[in-house]
């Protein structure tokens, strides 16, 4: 079974703070991808990665960064959290090309 | 006009009874089109994908594309309380054009015993 984890299943940060969060993937996938899920906004696309140290923006990265340098690990960094950044943070990994992406269990990031 | 529109909801419904969800597109490139079952404090996971128009049944669920139309939908007969969760939409295009699956926001369903 495709295993995708996320470091944390719930954090609480302090404005301002440095934010990181982990994901990691088993089944050496080429891409992941970064979104947060809000009520009423659905899932949004924060950073997504092709391959070991490819990254490109997704629909909303303002205030993100990531990182790839193991084709396992995708991080997502939250330079200077802020209270508008709490949110659901989902990780997800997928072949390259095809339709199936397999997501971690979320990370609830509180930021008071 | 946002790419793929999806009614949030909530839906409830008495178990038994057939539930159709829908989601409106308008990137014509889009040739995959997924639904993604959500249970609370999980992560989404892949319920069926179809690729350009037709139909496509796996047990209780059946999901139906109309190109023509930009209209994809997922009916649920013969539902059961262990259906409640959030249904999402997904669309990408095909290889070689962009990676990214495009959700919609997700239609949170009930089913009451």
């Known amino acids: 079974d495709v295993k995708v984890t996320q470091s944390s299943r719930y954090l609480v940060k302090r404005t301002g703070e440095k934010v990181f969060l982990e994901c990691v993937q088993d089944?050496?996938?080429?891409?992941m991808f970064w979104y947060r899920q809000d009520p009423g906004l659905g899932l949004r696309l924060i950073y997504f990665?092709?391959?070991?140290?490819?990254?490109e923006k997704g629909d909303i990265p303002e205030g993100y960064s990531v990182s790839r340098e193991k084709k396992e690990r995708f991080s997502l960094i939250l330079e200077s959290a802020s209270t508008n950044q709490t949110s659901m943070y989902l990780c997800?990994?997928?072949?390259?090309?095809?339709?199936?992406?397999?997501f971690g269990q979320g990370t609830r990031l509180t930021v008071v | 006009q946002k790419e793929v529109e999806q009614d949030p909801g909530p839906l409830s419904v008495p178990e038994g009874a057939i539930v159709s969800l829908n989601c409106t597109y308008s990137?014509?490139?889009?040739?995959?089109f997924m639904w993604y079952r959500q249970y609370s404090r999980k992560g989404p996971e892949l319920l069926m994908y179809?690729?350009?128009?037709g139909n496509k049944e796996d047990g209780r669920f059946t999901a139906q594309v109309d190109k023509s139309s930009k209209y994809i939908s997922l009916f649920i007969r013969d539902s059961q309380p262990s259906d409640s969760a959030t249904y999402l939409c997904?669309?990408?295009?095909?290889?070689?054009?962009?990676?990214?699956?495009?959700f919609g926001k997700g239609m949170k369903l009930t089913v009451n015993p």
């Open positions: 997800a990994s997928r072949v390259q090309g095809s339709t199936e992406a397999f």
């Open positions: 089944m050496d996938h080429e891409n």
């Open positions: 990665s092709y391959d070991v140290k490819m990254k």
């Open positions: 990137n014509s490139a889009f040739q995959y």
């Open positions: 179809t690729y350009s128009s």
């Open positions: 997904a669309m990408r295009a095909p290889q070689g054009g962009s990676e990214k699956l495009v």
